[in-house]
């Protein structure tokens, strides 16, 4: 089911447009133009125009973690104002990425911007201020 319109620019003559590999997929997946080996930088040769209040969020994919591959930053933020290709920062094992390889996956959602109140106090919880572990292992 389409519940959004993502207007994408192809940027490079080896890029693909995004795909969702299942019906079920809550993210679609970024392909990479250039060959090259990990760690590394690979161009995904789309560009996105987020619409405002959203944020394209960029991922892992599970295969790679499994291969030891990741995101070199964990996780990726596309701004609606960024208008550039996007880019993924590969680290970790030794692997090999063609053009066509799929290297990241990325979905968009809400990014509400927040009026930010300074209180003297905040409401009281269960766990308050407790960090890092209090919550159990």
Known sequence: MITATLNIKLTHP???VPTYATDGASAFDLYSTSYGQV???FDTG???EVP???VLLVNSRSGHGAKGVRLANSQGWIDSDYRGSVRILLDGAPMTINPGDRIAQAMLVDAPRVDLQVVDTLSET???T???GSTGA
């Open 46 to 48: 789309v560009a996105f």
């Open 14 to 16: 080896l890029a693909r």
């Open 39 to 41: 760690p590394g930088v």
């Open 130 to 132: 407790g960090g890092f």
């Open 126 to 128: 269960a766990r308050g």
């Open 52 to 54: 405002p209040g959203k």
